[in-house]
């Protein structure tokens, strides 16, 4: 942490920009990764989904720097970039599609609730800065990081059936 | 990612070495960590009580290595490293108590929220594997990281109103 932290305004604004890069980088890098290595068509079109889902996210995190006066700026986060690093690496290590749908999806499951906390956290904070204006927005992309990780879920009931039934076809 | 992973059963079996390295650290340090930093009773109260909890699902955990006969280890993980070295630092980088416990509430949902993603692939995991005898125990401990994750945001709203009126008057 870099900057002097004095009151709830600066924090806000430390996780506002996390939240940024964050975004950023799902758009340009981890969402793009994961529609490559994932197998199943319905996590392909559920990712996809959440691809333009983000870039709206995005578009919502501009308007809360507008809104808010606050420099439009990214902070980098050794957070998401090991998660990130943990979906790249069950990319690469698992061969069999299955099975590295089921690990995609935990390691999904982990960028969203990163993010459900950061937007939970964001909300939290704007509501008590009386940034009225800015916290629908803020409640919306919470909402949608909540219903992705729901929708992961939903899929991992037919991926990991998938998955066990892999395994146990490759030990016959 | 150094281990084969060739079926559902060797990803059950990561994340379960995540978890059981993650609660380890926990107790061992994370959850007294910033226990020591909080400064709002009912905040040190909290994490107090979490970190008896987090004995016992270390605990829960001892019991799905025995039941399971997968051997007692733990995998190290950067990624919740990163999040109790990001909570060190608004321990050490704020100096003022309400704006810390702020910080350090937003830190904590993280670390729940890393903790749901953990759980709650295990879950699916051990249920789809068949595992019905260590379900149960993962699923307490999943309920009890998300009362947690709860608890973090309730006493977040009167913390957050502190800090404000803190950051105001240091204004004055």
Do not use: W
Request: charged share 25%; with cysteine; glycine share 4%.
């Amino acid at each position: 942490m870099d900057m002097k932290i004095e009151g709830l305004q600066d924090l806000f604004e430390v996780e506002l920009k996390y939240a940024y890069d964050c975004e950023q980088k799902l758009v340009d890098k981890g969402l793009p990764e994961m529609i490559e290595a994932a197998q199943s068509p319905q996590l392909r079109t559920a990712l996809q989904q959440h691809l333009r889902e983000t870039h709206g996210q995005l578009s919502r995190l501009d308007q809360v720097f507008s809104a808010t006066g606050i420099e439009r700026d990214t902070k980098g986060n050794a957070i998401l970039k090991e998660i990130m690093s943990a979906a790249k690496d069950s990319a690469s290590h698992i061969d069999q599609s299955p099975l590295r749908d089921a690990a995609l999806i935990a390691n999904g499951n982990q960028v969203e609730h990163y993010e459900i906390a950061l937007y939970g956290t964001l909300v939290a904070f704007a509501n008590q800065l009386g940034l009225q204006n800015v916290v629908s927005l803020l409640e919306q992309s919470l909402k949608e990081e909540k219903e992705a990780d729901a929708k992961l879920n939903q899929l991992a009931q037919t991926i990991n059936v998938s998955a066990t039934q892999q395994s146990r076809s490759a030990r016959v």
